[in-house]
């Protein structure tokens, strides 16, 4: 998809009927959204939606209003479907704090660490949550997809090892753990490299997890993700 830097990046579509469709990639106009979330209540239920905004600060904030507006709400659900850039660590636990009466862990770190040639060391270490604000106790559902990326990952990991949320959608971005940036001695510009491993507190690799509530999406004409989380309040919901 990257395409050649002297060359257009022609995308070409065939159809059920034979007829082919050509998209120039460079071309599209996508829609422009600068919120950082959104929120709405459907049938007494809250729906907050992340806009791919987890690196930005000034998230916690907005997300506090948000919650207050679906605070009489008899559950929520958490939509991260959109969170393809992640995020920071800050954003992701001032989120999570909303939800837990007591800290708690949400993900393991493994880090191999080295100082001049000396021997290799293990740093390995379980990062806790701890409480923040006005806890939210009603049933929440974490909606996830192939979008949902690096710290919006590990929000839906930490929801389900913290046993607050039940998890719904597909396979994430499957990003292999924390990145580092890297530059070039004579170059304005840098690279990413992974050093660091995360996991579920289960053990299981960040990149490895799958919600247990997994969403076959047969349609373009309905959110079945959506439906299956409000399903899922509903029913336990009072």
Not at 80 to 89: E, H, P, S
Not at 92 to 106: L, S, T, V
Not at 163 to 168: H, K, T
Not at 181 to 203: A, M, P, R, S, W
């Amino acid at each position: 998809m990257a395409g050649k830097y002297s060359e257009p990046r022609i995308l070409t579509l065939q159809l059920k009927s034979g007829k082919q469709i050509e998209f120039d990639l460079d071309q599209l106009q996508f829609k422009q959204n600068n919120a950082l979330l959104t929120v709405a209540v459907e049938n007494g239920i809250g729906i907050i939606r992340i806009l791919n905004s987890l690196g930005n600060n000034q998230l916690i904030t907005a997300f506090d209003k948000a919650l207050e507006e679906v605070a009489g709400t008899k559950g929520l659900v958490l939509d991260l479907r959109n969170t393809n850039n992640g995020g920071n660590t800050y954003v992701a636990k001032g989120i999570m704090g909303r939800f837990i009466d007591q800290e708690r862990p949400y993900q393991k770190h493994y880090y191999v660490q080295s100082y001049d040639n000396q021997p290799e060391i293990v740093r390995s270490w379980y990062e806790l949550v701890s409480p923040r604000g006005q806890q939210y106790k009603k049933p929440l559902v974490v909606l996830v997809g192939r979008w949902t990326g690096s710290m919006g990952e590990g929000l839906a990991i930490g929801f389900d090892a913290m046993d607050r949320a039940e998890i719904v959608g597909t396979e994430m971005k499957r990003l292999a753990g924390a990145d580092f940036d890297f530059k070039f001695t004579h170059q304005n510009y840098g690279y990413k490299l992974i050093l660091e491993k995360l996991y579920h507190v289960d053990g299981t690799p960040r990149e490895a997890y799958v919600p247990a509530n997994y969403v076959h999406q047969s349609t373009i004409k309905k959110d079945e993700t959506l439906e299956k989380g409000l399903e899922l309040i509903h029913k336990v919901a009072p």
